[in-house]
């Protein structure tokens, strides 16, 4: 009796580290899988970010002590995601003739970035906490910049619009919390959203 007890404790145990096992390699082999519109969005916001940030016009008070624009890319749970955008973002090698200074932080993250002047916080996942969205912007006074759909209307102060074409996509009431003041150009062209 005893022997058969063991063994059925044994093969419980053997059958939950086959579960977690699997549990844990699906999390990785999965973890940095976006749908194909999120990775178009992300193509298109690489190139779209950059006119969002020179139509500021408080821009070059956002500059780092180097005189660079520092721009943090957010994930979670997807790296190889942001390293990707990192890369298209370094690509730019400047924005408004400032060089980048680009670094990518998780919202997993203990460690608190250096909070030196940030020119914009790039989402580079979707599904976001908007109370993360929200805490940059107002407390940050930082352009948290999502390409994702819905991220503008939870807190984001830029994005994009598809319809027929692309369009920057604008949180008026986000932008006036961050400090971000755009040239009036900019907004005729911009879609806005309205809280």
């Not at 844990?24 to 690489?46: G, Y």
């Not at 520092?70 to 997807?78: G, P, S, T």
């Not at 989402?123 to 948290?144: C, H, R």
Request: with cysteine; proline share 5%; charged share 20%.
């Amino acid at each position: 009796m005893e022997n058969i007890a063991i063994s059925k404790e044994m093969s419980r145990s053997l059958w939950r580290g086959v579960v977690l096992l699997i549990l844990l390699l699906s999390r990785t082999c999965f973890a940095d899988v976006l749908w194909p519109e999120d990775k178009q969005r992300l193509n298109v916001a690489i190139n779209i970010l950059p006119a969002c940030l020179m139509a500021d016009l408080t821009l070059s008070d956002k500059l780092s002590s180097s005189g660079k624009l520092r721009i943090l890319v957010l994930h979670e749970n997807q790296q190889k995601v942001a390293l990707t955008v990192s890369a298209g973002l370094l690509a730019l090698k400047s924005i408004a003739n400032f060089p980048l200074d680009v670094e990518i932080i998780s919202t997993s993250d203990r460690q608190k970035p250096n909070l030196s002047p940030i020119a914009a916080l790039f989402v580079a996942t979707p599904g976001i906490n908007s109370e993360i969205l929200n805490n940059w912007v107002e407390y940050k006074q930082t352009t948290v910049f999502s390409p994702f759909s819905g991220d503008v209307e939870r807190g984001a102060v830029a994005g994009i619009y598809v319809t027929d074409r692309i369009l920057p996509y604008i949180n008026l009431a986000q932008a006036k919390k961050a400090g971000v003041v755009y040239k009036p150009f900019f907004l005729r062209i911009a879609k806005q959203y309205y809280e």
